[in-house]
């Protein structure tokens, strides 16, 4: 992602320490989203118009052993939020492969290679996605109940292996806070050789939600710069203890090719719980020099079509 660069030095607050950054990334869409039936409800509009803009505050510095420290705030608006609104802050320290974070961390399960591939329109969405609850880094404020939630992140790189751990506390001051006053507990790994990339990730008491775990395991291969094609595996888990049930597992194929600038995507995805429809989608994306045009149509496990046309943007 390119940044833009706000102060390349400022004056060093103590003695030994290196010049420090702080830049500003981001992303934004917006364009048309259309849904079948949209929540459930006929009479909601089923074309509404959609945006997002996000802004990520990023602050690091390297000392003079090599360590490099620093942290994140993002400020994101979308329709429907009423308004922007700055996340809770991450930071971290990285050197030799291995990076920690704490606060609004990121978690193992959010972050494993190879799960949200399946992806498509401008929205980058898909039924292929895992349908559990989980905890990941937090673009807004917390919810309610969650303004003490703390995490920390561990992750270790090398030689092409991703290596990550994660611990969410929803409340440090109140054990029993949260859906149902649990931890969540993830870990994942990653190894990619060549053009074959295997990746899985387990999360125990997913959004703090008592025995709601839940398995990913996802395999790809890379036939060429142009064409791709992987296979997902999600057990979503189980959120009785919350008064809702079984999730079940699903399996998704996904593929990828380009063709004269144009990508082509598509995916099918298959849940095993009675009477779910087997869900596909069929997305395509044009580069605009810097942006991207991109739109998508999907059949959901409940038969319902949705579908989605607008641009999306890095900068």
Do not use: H
């Not at 004056?11 to 290196?18: D, E, H, N, P, T």
């Not at 054990?175 to 899985?200: C, L, N, R």
């Amino acid at each position: 992602m390119k940044k833009i660069l706000l102060s390349t030095t400022m004056l060093a607050l103590f003695a030994g320490a290196a010049s420090a950054e702080v830049t500003l990334s981001g992303t934004g869409r917006f364009g048309l989203d259309y849904a079948e039936n949209r929540g459930g409800a006929t009479e909601l509009n089923e074309v509404q118009l959609n945006y997002r803009l996000r802004i990520n505050v990023d602050a690091k510095f390297e000392a003079d052993n090599g360590v490099t420290y620093g942290g994140r705030i993002r400020f994101q608006d979308r329709n429907g939020d009423g308004g922007a609104a700055f996340s809770p802050a991450m930071l971290y320290v990285e050197a030799s492969g291995v990076r920690v974070e704490v606060g609004n961390a990121n978690t193992a399960f959010d972050s494993v290679a190879l799960m949200y591939n399946p992806e498509i329109g401008f929205q980058e969405r898909s039924f292929g996605d895992p349908l559990g609850s989980y905890y990941s880094f937090n673009s807004g404020p917390y919810g309610f109940g969650e303004n003490n939630r703390v995490g920390i992140y561990a992750a270790y790189s090398v030689s092409g292996v991703n290596l990550k751990a994660s611990f969410i506390q929803p409340d440090q001051s109140d054990t029993d806070s949260g859906p149902a006053g649990q931890d969540e507990m993830s870990i994942a790994a990653d190894y990619q050789a060549d053009q074959f990339a295997v990746a899985a990730a387990y999360v125990k008491n997913g959004l703090g939600i008592e025995d709601n775990d839940q398995t990913f395991v996802g395999v790809a291969y890379k036939f060429s710069d142009i064409a791709s094609v992987g296979l997902n595996y999600n057990d979503n888990g189980d959120t009785s203890s919350v008064g809702g049930g079984e999730i079940g597992s699903s399996y998704t194929l996904y593929g990828n090719y380009t063709i004269n600038g144009i990508g082509l995507a598509a995916y099918v995805s298959d849940l095993d719980v009675d009477g779910a429809d087997t869900a596909y989608g069929l997305g395509a994306t044009y580069d605009l020099g810097g942006a991207t045009l991109a739109g998508a149509i999907e059949s959901g496990f409940d038969g319902n079509m949705r579908g989605d046309l607008g641009v999306r943007m890095s900068f």
